[in-house]
């Protein structure tokens, strides 16, 4: 009986407005007790033409619809208008955005039969840069002025990631998922060619039992400080505007989550987390061992909280969260032939905001401060600096990043961006990256439900302290093709 009632009303929503009937019957669910307040989060902050599917894939794998239904609803919507990119994850029980739906969930399931999704996003990039960078292809910096003068082009498919969401059986009442998910920028084979064979790297791997009210999660995930990325599909294996005002990581943790009435139009999101003590100063070469550095010489974990206000606008999400972390460190290195150790305070307050403020165009940012940042790609590579040097006891840095999002229809996107990293001078020595700024502008179109195009321009200013001839302008233009499955 339950599973006909939820069928007939999924297949009324088909019929209704694209733009809230999703988000309707996802709260009619959720006060039945058949949605979580995690599920019904993801319903709602799904695009809005992408929510049936979404919340169809949902109750499939809770067992409500069978393949057939599924079918059933899959031939309603599949006429619809195709629903553009993710954006940036909007703050809620979940930080980062779940996975695309597929028309009809396969039958795929674990040796203890618990239901498992897979889905994916198979990237092609062609890229030019006018000057030196500090990544070929994915370019966060224009490196100093004279020591890589010479224009560059190439291909890429490494930024491609799959993964497998899994839906377990209820645990104390809690609904358990876990995610695994991998890209191919862990590094490239050390052959002639091969620069195109390219090494797998993990990027989330967490299990989750969530509550009503609250949540428990353990695992690789995005960091609960500094949430929000810009859009694009240029900068998808490294989140755009890194080094330039946007901070990130995804990092082992263990976390806990309580958040309002879902149901309610405002409410309020509180996360804290402990996570692996690292600062950023681990080798860039690949290793086989792991050696301790200078977060983990700490003797403790790292820790961060977010507070966050989420609200309607209309018919769309707003937020607006304040995040913090910590970590003790200490740094080690020789003077005068002699063991020297300084302490290291690792911390940071970052502001992040989404603000849709007309139905096609939405605003989204954060500014942050904070000192020996490197784990989040702030001040990267000189984030706590040698013993006897004036950044001993970390490098102070602040900025921040701000996204206009125009929706012209279901098929057209253009994200115009800017983000800027100040690095505090007297931190730092001669030769130094001091400042890193950079303007962005992409436009996306949704050729199908699954393929996507965009092309993307963007403009590194980068500045070395005390050394104004090396200073460095830098210009990337980069053509995507993604299909998403």
Known sequence: MLRTAVFVLVMTACTATAEESARQLARILASKGVLTAAELDRVEHADP???????????????????????????QVASGPAPMLAVAPVPGPQAVAAPKAPDVVPEVSTASRSRLQ????????????????????????????????????????????????????????????????MDFFGATDGLANGVDMDIPRLRLAYGRMDWRHAAIEVGQDWSVFSPLNPTSLAAYAIPALSTSGNPWIRTPQFRFEWHGDSSQPTRLL???????????????????????????????????????????????????????????????????????????????????????VAKK??????????????????SSGQTVLPPGTPGEHGVAARGGWAQAQLNFNSKWQMNL??????????????????KNQTYMANLMYKMSPRITWAWEWRRFLTNYRNQQAVNAVGDHTNMAVAYTF
């Open 49 to 75: 033409t992408e929510g049936i599917q979404l919340l169809t894939a949902v109750l499939y794998q809770k067992g409500v619809l069978t393949s057939a239904e599924v079918a059933r609803v899959s031939g």
């Open 118 to 181: 897979i889905y994916g996003t198979a990237l092609w990039n062609a890229f030019d840069n006018t000057a030196g960078v500090n990544i070929e292809d994915i370019p966060s910096l224009a490196t100093k002025r004279g020591t890589d003068p010479y224009q560059n082009f190439g291909m890429t498919v490494r930024q491609m990631r799959f993964g497998a969401r899994l839906q377990g059986p209820k645990v104390f009442g809690a609904a358990v998922t876990g995610v695994t998910e």
């Open 270 to 356: 509180f996360q804290a987390a402990a996570l692996d003590p690292n600062i950023g100063d681990n080798p860039t070469t690949v290793v086989t061992s792991r050696t301790p550095g200078i977060g983990e010489r700490g003797k403790g974990p790292a820790g961060e909280t977010r507070l966050a206000l989420l609200t309607k606008f209309g018919d769309r999400d707003a937020s607006i969260g304040l995040s913090s972390h910590y970590n003790r460190g200490l740094n080690v290195g020789t003077l005068a032939n002699q063991t020297a150790e300084r302490a290291v305070d690792s911390w940071g307050v970052n502001l992040d905001y989404t603000l849709p």
């Open 361 to 378: 165009l939405e605003f989204t940012g954060e500014a942050f401060v904070g000192r020996a940042l490197g784990l989040f790609s702030v």
């Open 417 to 434: 961006d800017y983000g800027i990293e100040s690095i505090d001078g007297s931190n730092l020595r001669t030769g130094d990256r001091s």
